[in-house]
């Protein structure tokens, strides 16, 4: 949802995600994702030139949510 919001807003926007090893979940650690916006590309320098930063744009799908528009199960995983 998030990079269909950067992209109707014209925001350039990065995704980075890391999952935890099962030793590192025994130390109390947790996955994450971390997402960041921003008004301009090279705003985000050097995260552009990092590939554990992706693009949001190359991976859009389905339209904005509004009030009168939104599609819960849009967003579920269904692959186990």
């Known amino acids: ?7 109707n807003l014209n925001l350039a926007a990065r995704i980075r995600s890391k999952n935890v090893t099962t030793a ?7 996955s994450s994702t971390w997402v960041l916006l921003a008004h301009d590309e090279k705003d985000l320098y050097p995260l552009t ?3 554990q930063w992706l693009s949001f744009h190359d ?3 389905g339209p904005l949510w509004t009030d009168d528009f939104s ?3 849009s967003i579920f995983n269904w692959n186990w």
């Open 1 to 7: 949802m998030t990079g269909v919001l950067a992209k």
């Open 24 to 30: 590192e979940s025994r130390e109390g650690k947790s």
């Open 49 to 51: 030139k990092n590939r």
């Open 59 to 61: 991976h859009i799908e």
């Open 71 to 73: 599609n819960i199960w």
